[in-house]
């Protein structure tokens, strides 16, 4: 697994200090969103499959015994597109807002795309993790385990030191549909 820099994220100190307090993620509802797509040329026939959807929920984060940790917060992406191929991505970010800068960095990230795409293992869109500035690519096995919304759910707590005030129930993309 290769490790690289990456400028988004929070030094090695920062996020050894935010991972290390057992924090709780309190869930909120999902947004959803549908993105129209340009028709390109007369003879586009894009039909509605082509449009990807997607929803997102943020969670504020709490001490686990303790009070709400303001500067910290969590989105979860979820885009889902039907081509010829289901693909659906999923990132999971754990962020932290710059005391002095009020910009959010990174802290912890786990994006994947399922089904894995042929050939990408070496590209940038090939399922990997973020911890600070440190990018981590998955191994194939890997990778294929956290095609499963919930396993990457759980990869994500872990490696956050978080827990959720209330499952997810519906984490997996196939359950959502555009309302």
Not at 40 to 64: F, H
Not at 70 to 98: A, F, G, N
Request: charge should be positive; glycine fraction near 6%.
């Amino acid at each position: 697994m290769a490790i690289k820099g990456n400028g988004n994220g929070v030094s090695d100190s920062i996020a050894d200090e935010v991972i290390g307090v057992p924090k709780v993620g309190m869930v909120q509802e999902w947004i959803y969103e549908a993105q129209e797509v340009e028709k390109k040329g007369r003879r586009s026939r894009q039909k509605a499959s082509d449009i990807p959807s997607e929803r997102s929920m943020y969670m504020p984060v709490k001490r686990k015994d303790g009070p709400t940790m303001k500067e910290l917060s969590v989105r979860i992406v979820q885009t889902d597109r039907l081509k010829k191929v289901k693909i659906s991505r999923s990132t999971m970010t754990l962020w932290r807002k710059d005391p002095d800068t009020g910009i959010n960095e990174r802290v912890v990230d786990v994006d994947v795309v399922s089904p894995l795409e042929p050939n990408s293992e070496n590209t940038e869109r090939w399922p990997h993790f973020h911890r600070g500035k440190k990018r981590e690519r998955f191994d194939k096995d890997k990778a294929k385990a956290l095609g499963n919304p919930k396993e990457q759910l759980d990869f994500f707590l872990k490696m956050s030191n978080m827990e959720l005030d209330k499952p997810i129930d519906d984490i997996d993309p196939n359950d959502f549909k555009l309302v």
